[in-house]
């Protein structure tokens, strides 16, 4: 079945980094592109960044522009967001998400991703 793992959140300073992981496992992971999205607490769900099947394309919320990066190895079926410059409003649960095909904006409704993970938790502090 399929199943998306996420790791690396944690607590850092205002300004700091963070290394997001993805472990995907069940479906053919280079045949779609992936999402990372996340969640703060009492707001609704908010695209952060997704990643075209071959990693030919990306885009990023406007929120996180020039201080993250989305990334995939296709070989090792992993997705990575690499975050820098980190601020409290950053805070949020972390979630790894499969579009539904080769290809991802952030025209994309939520409710058209079928599988995410279980989430992980970055926290910044001021």
């Known amino acids: 079945q399929v199943q998306l793992e996420e790791s690396g959140g944690g607590l850092a300073q205002f300004g700091g980094s963070l290394r997001l992981s993805c472990r995907a496992s069940g479906f053919s992971f280079s045949a779609y592109a992936m999402s990372w999205a996340r969640q703060a607490p009492g707001k609704g769900v908010e695209w952060v960044s997704g990643?075209?099947?071959?990693?030919?394309?990306?885009y990023y919320a406007d929120s996180v522009k020039g201080r993250f990066t989305i990334s995939r190895d296709n070989a090792k079926n992993e997705l990575y967001l690499q975050m820098n410059s980190l601020k409290p409003e950053d805070t949020a649960l972390y979630y790894c998400t499969r579009a539904p095909g080769p290809i991802t904006t952030m025209e994309d409704l939520p409710q058209e991703y079928d599988y995410w993970g279980q989430g992980t938790q970055v926290t910044v502090s001021s």
């Open positions: 990643i075209y099947s071959d990693g030919s394309n990306t």
